[in-house]
C-alpha cells in the first residue's frame, strides 16, 4: 500500500516561533489533508490541498503533487498549537494517514 | 456549520461483547466511512460505504465487523464479539467526494 512519512516526529517550540512539518508519500494520490488532532482526540480539518499553496490565518501549506510531498508552516505558533498533526493521502476515495507531528508549544 | 455527530463518546464492554457505534453524518454527504486509532498510533482506515454497499474495506475488517445505514441519517459500526485489541478511537468522516470530515469519536475500551 501507500507510504505516508511525516518528519519530525517530535518539535518542541517556543510560543511565538515558526515551524515546517512535511509530509513525503510513496505514490501519486488523489488528494491531500492535513489535520490537528487536538489534546480531547478530535481530528480538525486544516486544508485539502492537492497542489499549490493554501493560507489560513498563521497556516498555510504547499503540496507539490509531482515530488510526492506536501508542507505545512505554522508561524507566530500559540500554546493551543499543540498537538498531533496529521497528514492524510487520498486514494481512491479513501485516506491513508501518516504517523504524525507531534508539536509541543511552551510559553 | 454542519459537523459529523458520533455517539456515544465513550464506551466500555467486556471481552466477548457485541458494541454498536452510532454516527450521524453531514445531511448532504454521499461517502461514509470508518476509521480508528490505538492509543498513540496512526489513524487506521476500515471500510467506506456508499449507495446503502460496502465500497472499500481494508484488512482490519474482519467477519467481526459489519456497517449499516438502517435510515437516512444514521451509520452504525458492529463488533460482534469484542476483543481487547479493539480497543481503540472509532473516528466516523463523510464526504461529498474528496474532503473527509470527521466526528470527535467513540473512545472503545475492551476489559
Redesign the interface.
Known amino acids: 500500500g501507500i507510504q505516508v512519512e511525516q518528519s519530525p516526529p517530535d518539535l518542541i517550540l517556543q510560543e511565538g516561533a515558526n515551524s515546517t512539518l512535511r509530509c513525503n508519500f510513496s505514490d501519486s494520490v488523489?488528494?491531500l489533508?492535513w489535520?490537528h488532532q487536538n489534546p480531547?482526540?478530535?481530528?480538525i480539518?486544516l486544508f485539502?490541498i492537492p497542489s499549490g499553496t493554501k493560507q489560513n490565518g498563521r497556516l498555510s501549506a504547499t503540496t507539490v503533487a509531482t515530488e510526492r510531498y506536501s508542507l505545512l508552516y505554522i508561524s507566530s505558533s500559540q500554546t493551543t498549537d499543540s498537538g498531533v498533526y496529521?497528514c492524510?493521502v487520498?486514494r481512491?476515495?479513501?485516506?491513508?494517514?501518516?504517523?504524525?507531528t507531534r508539536l509541543t508549544v511552551i510559553p | 456549520e454542519p459537523e459529523v455527530t458520533q455517539t456515544p463518546s465513550h464506551q466500555v464492554t467486556q471481552m466477548g461483547q457485541e458494541v454498536i457505534l452510532r454516527c450521524v453524518p453531514i445531511s448532504n454527504h454521499l461517502?461514509f466511512?470508518w476509521?480508528r486509532?490505538i492509543l498513540g498510533?496512526?489513524?487506521?482506515?476500515l471500510v467506506?460505504f456508499y449507495n446503502n454497499e460496502i465500497?472499500?474495506k481494508s484488512e482490519i475488517f474482519d467477519d467481526q465487523f459489519s456497517v449499516e445505514r438502517p435510515d437516512g441519517s444514521n451509520f452504525t459500526l458492529k463488533i460482534r464479539s469484542t476483543k481487547l485489541e479493539d480497543s481503540a478511537?472509532y473516528?466516523c468522516?463523510s464526504?461529498v467526494?474528496?474532503?473527509?470530515?470527521?466526528g470527535?469519536?467513540t473512545?472503545l475500551t475492551v476489559l
Do not use: D, H, I
Open positions: 488523489n488528494n489533508q489535520f480531547w482526540g478530535q481530528l480539518n485539502y496529521f492524510a487520498l481512491a476515495n479513501n485516506l491513508f494517514f501518516g504517523t504524525g | 461517502y466511512y476509521y486509532q498510533q496512526k489513524v487506521e482506515f467506506s465500497s472499500e478511537m473516528f468522516a464526504s467526494f474528496g474532503e473527509q470530515f470527521f470527535p469519536g473512545r
